[in-house]
């Protein structure tokens, strides 16, 4: 009875010591992705927090290379090539580190994923730029990295912690892929193709002589309310009132027949305004 009495002691010291008891991470680990332009962006890192210490220039040393965020390397995904502050950078991961100083970081994209923070090696860098660090009115206590301001082809990516914030122009340019894409398919463009192309060059002012001939081909295919009002919101840019005018009324018949609430607001709209 004793020896079962120490066995079964022993083995619930043994499960008492190999057991692991979970606990929450002090540096959470955290991802997101972004798409503008014709790219996506993926950042996954991690989040130290303040927690009463000075940070930069004491815990994160100015002059010094450091991980961005903590545990393991913060790494960096563009799906296409993109520029950073204005610097190229082709499509694929990265890790991405940082030089801090006072007023100015060196961003760093290094291509080694399997390099660690401590044995970093600067032959594998393949981009670095330098970007402002601005002043925060209140504290960020967690660090984080986030994209603001995205527009069509461009966003920041910005980095946050204590009371710095380090903003990083991207861009994605489009027009050449486009272009290109649009040339690959003049052999057969559908309706839609057409209404496509004739509205990237509309919106983007790339060529509006193109634009109309493009909308035109597409009309020849088949008349819609989509490509009547794109036809009308050419001219109409093109400075041609009349034209814009009675394309703009095409577009409202069709878009009675099919009983499209939109487009018989926006075209009446447009009728207004362009009959003052």
Known sequence: MKNLFFLGLSIIMSISVTAQITTPVESPSASFTQKFGLT???MDYSRPSVKGRKIFGNVVIFDKIWRIGANGSTKFTTTDSITVAGKGLSKGTYIMLAIPTKDEWT????????????NYKPEFNVLEVKVKA???TNLVETFAIQTTNVTKTTCNLELLWENTLVRIPLANEVNSKIMAEIKQKLGGPTKADYQTIAGYYY???IDLKSALEYIDKGIAQGEGYGNLRMKALILGKMGDKKGAIEWAEKSL???KMFNNSDYIRMNDESIAERKK
């Open 107 to 118: 961003i760093i994209f290094n291509k080694n994923l399997d390099v660690s923070y401590e």
């Open 40 to 42: 996506e962006i993926k």
């Open 253 to 255: 018949v069709r878009a």
């Open 134 to 136: 601005e002043k925060t």
């Open 203 to 205: 919106e983007n002012n």
